[in-house]
């Protein structure tokens, strides 16, 4: 039937505040997070790439390229990445897609190697979930037929966790601790173990 269409979605909507402000504004070798994480999706594969924005959306749009990408805003960035989750499917709704893979901005460890692998089995009806230490994390690949579903449920801070476990015998786990960093950038700490900088102006406040 062809070459099956993966799109990628980068969600960079939180506002950091652990670390001092939103992590998609954090460098990695002077290049703006967000704009690492839509590289790792691109060279996946993956296309068309959607970016979610929410926190400083102005100010992460003049400072990083988001090259190749829509960009989206979730106004209610604040209730969590469910919010952030359903605006960038909706987005995806007139996108000729089999699937989306699912990267958050605050996994700087993901690689693209772990994107390809969990990308696999592009169709409308999978569900896949990358492993880190036998626990489920991104990215993740959602098949066309549960954007609905996982739009409906998608709340809070727990994105399509609701879903996964309603469709648990659907699930493919696919195990990336060899090929990948599953770290969440959760504090100070987890920051300087990437050997991520601060913007100068966010270092001030």
């Not at 998609?24 to 994480?37: E, K, Q, Y």
């Amino acid at each position: 039937m062809g070459v099956k269409c993966i799109a990628g979605m980068v969600i960079a909507a939180g506002g950091g505040r652990r670390i001092g402000g939103p992590e998609a504004l954090l460098r990695t070798g002077g290049t703006p997070l967000v704009d690492r994480a839509v590289d790792t999706v691109r060279a996946a594969g993956c296309a068309p790439i959607v970016v979610v924005l929410g926190a400083a959306a102005d100010e992460v749009r003049a400072a990083a390229e988001l090259a190749d990408a829509s960009v989206v805003v979730d106004k209610a960035w604040g209730t969590g990445i469910g919010s952030s989750l359903r605006v960038g499917l909706n987005a995806l709704t007139d996108v000729e897609a089999d699937a989306v893979v699912v990267v958050p901005v605050d996994m700087p460890g993901v690689t693209t190697h772990a994107v390809r692998r969990v990308a696999a089995l592009p169709y409308p009806d999978v569900l896949v979930c990358a492993t880190y230490d036998g626990r489920r994390s991104y990215p993740m690949l959602f098949g066309r037929r549960h954007w609905s579903g996982i739009s409906t449920v998608a709340h809070a801070d727990v994105g399509a966790r609701p879903y996964l476990l309603a469709h648990k015998h659907e699930v493919l786990d696919v195990a990336c601790d060899r090929i990948a960093d599953g770290a969440r950038l959760d504090g100070p700490e987890a920051v300087a173990a990437f050997k991520l900088t601060i913007p100068a102006q966010r270092s001030r406040a």
